[in-house]
């Protein structure tokens, strides 16, 4: 089973940026999507962006403008830059990626995730 392993989260101001990384333990050609997801105390885990196989990008409309989401398939990478950061953005951010097709926003898609690292925005 291919481990995902994220870094870069901590404690920021509201308006501040962080840069999230993502990497697999084995690289492979199959992902279909390579995504992440945040769930605060006492939420469900929700979708924030994902990038295809084929390069089609998706986020969340709460943080489009603000964050931004890229990968390097030959790398088995991806990073999420998060700028102009909120209180509400704080959560535990997980890495995510699907090996067969499904619904990209829906967390049941995704059949590797990563241990999750916390994000905290202080206003």
């Known amino acids: ?48 962006a994902a990038v295809s196989r084929s390069g089609y990008i998706a986020y969340v409309d709460a943080v489009k403008g603000r964050f931004t989401i890229s990968g390097d398939n030959a790398k088995s990478t991806v990073n999420l830059q998060m700028n102009s950061l909120k209180a509400e953005d704080t959560a535990v951010y997980y890495c995510a990626s699907a090996t067969s097709p499904g619904t990209y926003y829906y967390p049941t898609t995704y059949n590797n995730w990563g241990q999750g690292t916390q994000v905290t925005v202080s206003s």
């Open 1 to 48: 089973q291919v481990q995902l392993v994220e870094s870069g989260g901590g404690l920021v101001q509201a308006g501040g940026s962080l840069r999230l990384s993502c990497a697999a333990s084995e690289h492979t050609f199959s992902n279909y999507y390579m995504g992440w997801f945040r769930q605060a105390p006492g939420k469900e885990r929700e979708f924030v």
